[in-house]
């Protein structure tokens, strides 16, 4: 990193956007970098773009079809070195465009952690089903044991052990392994 004209070594966490890093082989990209000079820099974009090669990268500026460099697909950008890839090669220096959660991994890793989790109609079924015969195993263990009290004289203590031993009879065996 080149803080106040001078070169220094600091955690990737304090680094900010507008701060100019030094890149060479081996290096961890620490945030979003515009290249401002290269010398043979190549880097490891794989999580990123999937490409298996390393990607050769240049300082020239970007000309978009669209006029927004932006829609540029990321494995056509040149000019910029990625967060959390390697660099494989050569020497490069840039400037810090964005950290953390503004780069292009912090924006797939938001995404990513957005999605919600919805239930599919089998497993809302499931849910029902499982509702229902609790309730149903529920209520029968309840009417054993005011039969086997009331009816058959027998202790509270020994009505419970034969009410809870048939609502456990009652559940499925596979009823785990579905759930």
Do not use: H
Request: aromatic letters at 4%; charged letters at 20%; a negative charge.
């Amino acid at each position: 990193l080149i803080r106040d004209g001078k070169e220094q070594k600091v955690p990737a966490q304090e680094i900010v956007p507008g701060d100019v890093v030094i890149l060479q082989t081996g290096d961890r990209v620490p945030g979003d970098v515009r290249l401002i000079e290269v010398n043979n820099l190549a880097c490891q974009e794989a999580a990123l773009t999937g490409e298996s090669v390393p990607i050769d990268k240049q300082i020239d500026p970007i000309v978009a079809e669209t006029g927004d460099p932006r829609q540029t697909p990321l494995g056509d950008r040149k000019n910029m070195c990625f967060s959390a890839t390697l660099v494989s090669q050569g020497y490069g220096v840039g400037l810090i465009v964005s950290t953390g959660d503004f780069t292009e991994i912090g924006t797939i890793n938001k995404l990513v952690n957005k999605v919600e989790e919805k239930k599919t109609a089998v497993l809302e079924q499931i849910d029902f089903i499982a509702k229902v015969l609790a309730g149903f195993i529920a209520l029968s263990a309840l009417v054993t044991w005011l039969v086997a009290f009331f009816q058959l004289d027998e202790g509270p203590l020994d009505a419970l052990t034969i009410a809870l031993t048939c609502a456990v009879a009652m559940i499925p065996e596979g009823l785990d392994a579905i759930v």
